[in-house]
């Protein structure tokens, strides 16, 4: 099969190359393979083209993924950066602004490091050390902990009474003896909260307050958007991570421009 095609219609040939590989993995991880084939000839039929030439650009759409396959995990890891970045826009700047006290590092910093964290997660636990040598290493790095108790109903204790130590203004000594206790029991909690020197009938009442359940569930929600799912999860400038991804891959992300 031949046909000719003007300069104008080769450049669109050109691009649609792009939109239907794009469009079609998009697709693909969306809603399946059916609904895939089903976009690509859309995309496709959106242009104009009679139904000869839809077919030999299927063949040559075909033809070039098979020469040339690495093309896949760049459209993939280009629709997962697209995927991101259009998450982080629906989140918008509360993303970045913490519960007023639950910050590590510089609370006024301009780089900005936003950690999910659960006192039950052992990977949490293990990258305590990353955070807080990324905060000696720069004194502008503010460090966003958002609760997001998902492990236990000892992680949403203690998520409570951590936000309760960041109303008295000692967060970050809650947060650090809470993970040094291990698993977060009544007992624990409460040890914690007394080495972090919280007045504790303050606390106890600033843990069941109506402001503190409202900043969890708002964490919930945006682990939601962003499909966030489990512990240690961060955003990164225009990243976002899960797990114990350690100091070097957040160093990474947090500057760009040392890479």
Partial sequence: MTFRLSPLRIVLVAALLAVVVLGAFWALRANGPEDADADAKA?????????????????????????????LPEAIAELQRRQTTEQLANAGDGLTKAFPGAVLGNPK????????????CGYCRQSVEDVKALVAADSDLQVVIREFPILSQGSVEAAKMALAAAKQGKFEAFHEAMYAQGRPTDDAIELAAKQAGLDMTRARADAGSEDVAKEIEANREFAQQLQISGT????????VMEGAVGQSALRVALYPEKR
């Fill in 43 to 71: 995309t496709i039929a959106a242009a104009g083209f009679s139904a000869e030439q839809e077919e030999a650009i299927g063949l040559m759409v075909r033809q070039y993924i098979l020469e040339h396959p690495e093309v």
């Fill in 109 to 120: 910093g301009s780089k900005v490091l936003v950690e999910f964290s659960d006192y039950a």
């Fill in 232 to 239: 240690p999860a961060w955003i990164a400038g225009d990243q």
